[in-house]
T-cell receptor, first 113, second 113 residues
Framework: QQQVKQSPQSLIVQKGGISIINCAYE??????FPWYQQFPGKGPALLIA?????SEKKEGRFTISFNKSAKQFSLHIMDSQPGDSATYFC????????????FGTGTRLKVLA | NAGVTQTPKFQVLKTGQSMTLQCAQD?????MYWYRQDPGMGLRLIYY???????DKGEVPNGYNVSRLNKREFSLRLESAAPSQTSVYFC????????????FGPGTRLTVL
């Protein structure tokens, strides 16, 4: 129940295309869902996050879609660029009373020029 | 602001040796975390410190100890290193827990022979 399942493990997209990464969770107590971006040799950095009171959140080319009933959420990267090539991690946590994120296993994205 | 700094960047140990990984943050954050990152496993929480003077176990605490030396510093100690502890270790900090952004350091790549 504590797992966050992330897919795909790796993704290759042409420049200008849409990258889609999916995550699913079981624990209904989770209600905070951040996405982190990690470049090689660097630590992860927060990209965008969502609470389940909204079904979608957009920041620039990055959008989180959230389906509470299906317990799934996804990251969409529009107009993907070579500079977006990185590993992306979804995570989940209850909104209060804990300091423990549960991270997905990561998706390595490569955007071809 | 340096953010979150970690030392050393790389380390090679022999089985049974001990070492301490150092982490410091200059953002006046209350909470600090230690994660390990392994291929295909994502980020797993080893220990965290919700505030100065407190520490708690995360998902994979066995074989590790931590010390919250002061508000800025949070160290991770391996008393008797094992090959299974070969990993990349990340320290992170946040203002408080859960929905606050976690800021990650650059990581320490540890190899245990």
């Amino acid at each position: 129940q504590q797992q966050v399942k992330q897919s795909p493990q790796s993704l290759i997209v042409q420049k200008g295309g849409i990258s889609i990464i999916n995550c699913a969770y079981e624990n209904t107590a989770f209600d905070y869902f951040p996405w982190y971006q990690q470049f090689p040799g660097k630590g992860p950095a927060l990209l965008i996050a969502i609470r389940p009171d909204v079904s979608e959140k957009k920041e620039g080319r990055f959008t989180i879609s959230f389906n509470k009933s299906a317990k799934q959420f996804s990251l969409h990267i529009m107009d993907s660029q070579p500079g977006d090539s990185a590993t992306y991690f979804c995570a989940a946590a209850p909104a209060s009373g804990t300091y423990k994120y549960i991270f997905g296993t990561g998706t390595r994205l490569k955007v071809l020029a | 602001n340096a953010g979150v700094t970690q030392t050393p960047k790389f380390q090679v140990l022999k089985t049974g040796q001990s070492m301490t990984l150092q982490c410091a943050q200059d953002m006046n954050h209350n909470s600090m975390y230690w994660y390990r990152q392994d291929p295909g496993m994502g980020l797993r929480l080893i220990y965290y410190s919700a505030s100065e003077g407190t520490t708690d176990k995360g998902e994979v605490p066995n074989g590790y100890n931590v010390s919250r030396l002061n508000k800025r510093e949070f160290s991770l100690r391996l008393e008797s290193a094992a090959p299974s502890q070969t990993s990349v270790y990340f320290c992170a900090s946040s203002v408080t827990g859960t929905t606050d952004t976690q800021y990650f350091g650059p990581g320490t790549r540890l190899t245990v022979l």
